[in-house]
């Protein structure tokens, strides 16, 4: 974390926090259809599960309000509905083991619990896991800001410091945002590898913003919760509705914010119109 900060120095008195992929980055379909989930049944050998699990996944990481999930903790959560029909994976167990218990969900700590235990299950999660990076990489190029983003990003950073606050990893991120020119519209990121969003945002915080001068932009309910631990406000990007939804940040919400009007009935109209747009 105080390596993200190094060269981070605090300008405003406003800070907007952005989530990337299904809120920035029109990612997450892609990522989840064509990446993550073939993957997993390719490494894990699960080819004859095919349309169950791809089903499981969808559902998880696009339409319920587990959208927005660490990649690991998807993968327990389609185990576990395997385990429910009477499929048991061999280790599955170790891997739910480490993401309940883990300090952090990365790349790195992975490596070093495979390196720690020698776990042959988590072992192969850390291939699943590098496969899909690896993946992702070559698609970067077809990754696109979804319409209008960078106009708002624009009038967003003329009066808030901005922050990318990610579970995806810093590079891709990175490289995402300055294909795109949106680079110069943030001032830190904030991925996979530096651990919770809540955490990210509490580390901003603590470079001296004020809480009620801070929102928190995502389209999951974990960064609805990422916001409500750090008592800041939490802007949704509605999926399916992404255009709408910046529209109403940049109309709406942002005024509301430097004005001191964001109330928790407001709030508490944004988190429901995030509620009826996912199920579960």
Known sequence: MANVLADFTKKREFLVCL?????????????????FCPELIRVFGLEQYNDYITEAWEDINLRSITRGISRFESVVQVFDRLKNRGVEIPGSDEIADWVA???????????????????????????????????????????????????????????????????????????????????RHADVIFGQEV????????????????????????????????????????????PGREAESWRRLQEEALPKLLHGTFRPEYQAELLAALRSALHG
């Open 101 to 183: 218990n883990s300090s952090e969900l990365s790349t790195a700590t992975l490596k070093a619990e495979v390196t720690r235990t020698g776990s042959a299950a988590l072992r192969k999660l850390q291939q699943w896991n590098t496969t899909c990076n690896r993946r992702i990489q070559t698609l970067e190029p077809t990754f696109e800001p979804f319409p209008g983003v960078e106009n708002s990003l624009r009038q967003l950073h003329a009066v808030a410091d901005v922050a990318v606050v990610s579970a995806a990893n810093e590079s891709a991120i990175a490289s995402e945002w300055n294909r795109y020119g949106l680079a």
């Open 19 to 35: 989530d990337s992929d299904g809120c920035v980055m029109d990612t997450v379909r892609l990522k989840h259809c064509s990446v």
């Open 195 to 238: 651990g919770s969003k809540a955490n990210s945002i509490a580390a901003m915080l603590a470079c001296g913003y004020e809480s009620r001068k801070v929102m928190m932009v995502g389209d999951a309910m974990g960064d609805a919760q990422a916001a409500a631990a750090n008592g800041v406000a939490f802007v949704p990007i509605l």
